[in-house]
């Protein structure tokens, strides 16, 4: 339960429960593989320098499927709590581990940690360009900027530094109220935001299929698919009084 009285400030961190329901697959099986590679081959920066082409085609092959997919009931939802809290005079923060965007397509202002698929990057001059023409391009891709080949995924492999970690780290201290939906709760610094919020004061829960690695006694645990929690939950923050 939030402070009675008190201005809130939700801050709500996503992972891949909540693509989920979309139908964007993890990429990842249970012995660990990306589609048949280790992640050392596909989602580090050496693996990048060592066999470009590889790891260009691994994303161009994320990219193609991401166009496929749409928004859920669980995204939507997130939109009309930003909105509505924002009207009320609220806060709201939104941070996503998630690569896809379907919370920028959904409307939502999103804070995404660990990059954007929607996106490459350029290593010489920093340019970052949203592209969704050469999502069928085998090829190298030159920056539209300063003409430098190739740009790569904008996506924040192993041993990279997350985006946004200052933003984040702010919102977390000041939140009233903090949700973890649909994420493992093993990968850091993202799992280390829950038990942050706790100490700092916060409500906090989290909601997934199971409860994540990093949940504890005093969190509140919300089951279920994201697409029928997650509307369920915003109903809760938004009425009057709130029942959470």
Same mark, same amino acid.
């Given at each position: 339960?939030?402070?009675?009285?008190?201005?809130?400030?939700?801050?709500?961190?996503?992972?891949?429960?909540?693509?989920?329901?979309?139908?964007?697959?993890?990429? %990842?099986?249970?012995?660990?593989?990306?589609? +048949?590679?280790?992640?050392?081959?596909?989602?580090?920066?050496?693996?990048?320098?060592?066999?470009?082409?590889?790891?260009?085609?691994?994303?161009?092959?994320?990219?193609?499927?991401?166009?496929?997919?749409?928004?859920?009931?669980?995204?939507?939802?997130?939109?009309?709590?930003?909105?509505?809290?924002?009207?009320?005079?609220?806060?709201?923060?939104?941070?996503?581990?998630?690569?896809?965007?379907?919370?920028?397509?959904?409307?939502?202002?999103?804070?995404?940690?660990?990059?954007?698929?929607?996106?490459?990057?350029?290593?010489?001059?920093?340019?970052?360009? $949203?592209? %969704?023409?050469?999502?069928?391009?085998?090829?190298?891709?030159?920056?539209?900027?300063?003409?430098?080949?190739?740009?790569?995924?904008?996506?924040?492999?192993? +041993?990279?530094?997350?985006?946004?970690?200052?933003?984040?780290?702010?919102?977390?201290?000041? $939140?009233?109220?903090?949700?973890?939906?649909?994420?493992?709760?093993?990968?850091?610094?993202?799992?280390?935001?829950?038990?942050? $919020?706790?100490?700092?004061?916060?409500?906090?829960?989290?909601? +997934?299929?199971?409860?994540?690695?990093?949940?504890?006694?005093?969190?509140?645990?919300?089951?279920?698919?994201?697409?029928?929690?997650?509307?369920?939950?915003?109903?809760?923050?938004? $009425?009057?009084?709130?029942?959470?």
């Amino acid at each position: 339960m939030g402070s009675e009285g008190a201005q809130r400030h939700v801050v709500v961190l996503t992972g891949a429960g909540i693509s989920a329901d979309s139908g964007v697959d993890t990429y %990842r099986d249970a012995g660990g593989l990306w589609e +048949g590679h280790r992640f050392e081959e596909v989602a580090t920066p050496e693996a990048w320098a060592a066999n470009r082409e590889l790891v260009w085609r691994f994303y161009q092959l994320r990219r193609q499927k991401l166009a496929a997919v749409e928004p859920n009931a669980a995204h939507l939802a997130l939109v009309r709590l930003e909105r509505e809290l924002a009207a009320r005079g609220e806060g709201f923060t939104l941070v996503t581990q998630n690569v896809d965007d379907l919370h920028q397509r959904a409307g939502s202002t999103v804070l995404p940690m660990h990059g954007e698929l929607s996106r490459l990057r350029c290593e010489a001059c920093g340019s970052r360009p $949203a592209d %969704r023409e050469h999502l069928d391009e085998e090829d190298l891709v030159p920056c539209p900027d300063c003409g430098a080949v190739p740009l790569r995924p904008d996506v924040v492999w192993f +041993g990279e530094m997350p985006y946004h970690l200052p933003e984040i780290e702010a919102a977390v201290a000041r $939140a009233t109220h903090f949700i973890a939906i649909g994420t493992s709760g093993a990968v850091y610094p993202a799992a280390g935001y829950l038990s942050y $919020a706790r100490a700092s004061g916060a409500w906090t829960a989290c909601q +997934g299929l199971a409860e994540p690695d990093n949940l504890d006694p005093r969190d509140a645990f919300f089951g279920g698919r994201a697409s029928e929690a997650v509307p369920e939950l915003v109903d809760a923050l938004l $009425a009057d009084p709130p029942r959470v």
